[in-house]
């Protein structure tokens, strides 16, 4: 478990060494960014700390609402620990936070509206890293999960039905 581990993570950071090579978009200092994946390949995700993340929702209408944070970051294989708080006073803003796989948002929000609220509006696809409960104005909630071991971008987005294409972040894993 613990090779196969160490070797995902080894092909990962070879594949984004490439990419850090190949592409001249990345403004980072390349030198600087290859001592942290390799730092990174050699420590055993589950030695690392409990990555705490608070979200906030604000807004009170289709057009205000949103999450207080357009970015996110974890590092692979992580447990996160994430809080979401809603923020909103008027009880048609109904949020979640669900990590999904970069680009599917909108197959995850048609899924989601389908598996309906008994399932927090959040299919069961492999798109779906993990989400937390909907939750109503006032309110806030609490789920741990552990970021994927491939790294790289993800997304977050809130799974209310019309929610998804303006409720929506990056995460990265690092
Ligand atoms: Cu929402």
């Given at each position: 478990m613990k090779k196969s581990v160490i070797y995902s993570l080894a092909i990962g950071a070879g594949v984004w060494l490439l990419s850090a090579c190949g592409g001249n978009t990345d403004t980072s200092n390349g030198k600087q960014s290859e001592t942290t994946v390799q730092e990174s390949a050699?420590?055993?995700?589950?030695?690392?700390?409990?990555?705490?993340?608070?979200?906030?929702?604000?807004?009170?209408?289709?057009?205000?609402?949103?999450?207080?944070?357009?970015?996110?970051?974890?590092?692979?294989?992580?447990?996160?620990?994430?809080?979401?708080?809603?923020?909103?006073?008027?009880?048609?803003?109904?949020?979640?936070?669900?990590?999904?796989?970069?680009g599917t948002g909108e197959t995850v929000g048609i899924a989601g509206m389908q598996a309906g609220l008994s399932k927090n509006f959040t299919p069961d696809s492999p798109d779906v890293i993990a989400g937390s409960d909907m939750i109503g104005p006032g309110?806030?909630?609490?789920?741990?999960?552990?970021?994927p071991l491939e790294k790289g971008e993800y997304e977050f987005i809130c799974t209310y039905p019309g929610h998804f294409t303006i409720m929506k972040g990056v995460f990265m894993v690092e």
């Open positions: 050699t420590t055993d995700p589950s030695t690392l700390p409990v990555k705490e993340i608070e979200v906030n929702t604000t807004g009170n209408t289709m057009a205000e609402m949103k999450f207080d944070v357009t970015e996110l970051h974890a590092a692979a294989g992580q447990k996160v620990k994430v809080t979401l708080h809603n923020k909103s006073v008027d009880e048609a803003m109904q949020h979640n936070i669900v990590f999904i796989k970069k309110k806030s909630t609490t789920f741990e999960f552990t970021a």
